[in-house]
T-cell receptor
Framework: DTEVTQTPKHLVMGMTNKKSLKCEQH?????MYWYKQKAKKPPELMFV???????INESVPSRFSPECPNSSLLNLHLHALQPEDSALYLC?????????????FGSGTQLSVL | AQTVTQSQPEMSVQEAETVTLSCTYD???????LFWYKQPPSRQMILVIR??????QNATENRFSVNFQKAAKSFSLKISDSQLGDTAMYFC????????????FGTGTKLQVIP
């Protein structure tokens, strides 16, 4: 199994809603990532987890709250989002190490904030 | 901080022809890796090819090859025998391994393969 599975594929939410994005991988990867991608732009790193601990928070607003409950799952909890947060949210995973391991990406969740 | 520059926002190529996408980067690191990722309309990022900076030999993967010029900090992608399925956004990426893999993406080149 070399897949990273993200759910839901599409999400529409109001600015007062609370929702969660989910990401799952069964490749034994101990690093997991959240990226945000606006249309026609490259992905921007939001968070990195290694060994289920938060390693990087790229100054992301607190209305985005990541969670890594175990080595296979990564969640992104959303609360009080703004319309400018509408974007494609990509999850990725990789091996840990210093050998330039490739990132495996999910298909993303297209989020629209109304 | 690393920067990755792709100077060609859009390109087109006739089916079966060859096309080269350009990428330059700036870094003071000695140990790093370079990648090309493809993002088709399905939006999933797919690895095309990987280059280890300490290797002089250019990486190849079937119809895809790179021209890695370390001193010039240049990393171009050549696609031979272009196919309609190659239509996608292509991102050049710089990776510094830190245990986890910290990736900096370029701005992307949108490639259209014309039948």
């Amino acid at each position: 199994d070399t897949e990273v599975t993200q759910t839901p594929k599409h999400l529409v939410m109001g600015m007062t809603n609370k929702k969660s994005l989910k990401c799952e991988q069964h490749m034994g990867h101990r690093a997991m990532y959240w990226y945000k991608q606006k249309a026609k732009k490259p992905p921007e790193l939001m968070f990195v987890y290694s060994y289920e601990k938060l390693s990087i928070n790229e100054s992301v607003p607190s209305r985005f709250s990541p969670e890594c409950p175990n080595s296979s799952l990564l969640n992104l909890h959303l609360h009080a989002l703004q319309p400018e947060d509408s974007a494609l949210y990509l999850c990725a995973s990789s091996q840990l190490g210093d050998r330039g391991e490739k990132l495996f990406f999910g298909s993303g969740t297209q989020l629209s904030v109304l | 901080a690393q920067t990755v520059t792709q100077s060609q926002p859009e390109m087109s190529v006739q089916e079966a022809e060859t096309v080269t996408l350009s990428c330059t980067y700036d870094t003071s690191e000695s140990n790093y890796y370079l990648f090309w990722y493809k993002q088709p309309p399905s939006r999933q990022m797919i690895l095309v090819i990987r280059q280890e900076a300490y290797k002089q030999q250019n990486a190849t993967e079937n119809r895809f090859s790179v021209n890695f010029q370390k001193a010039a900090k240049s990393f171009s992608l050549k696609i031979s025998d272009s196919q309609l399925g190659d239509t996608a956004m292509y991102f050049c990426a710089f990776m510094k391994p830190l245990g986890y893999q910290k990736v900096t993406f370029g701005t992307g080149t949108k490639l259209q393969v014309i039948p």
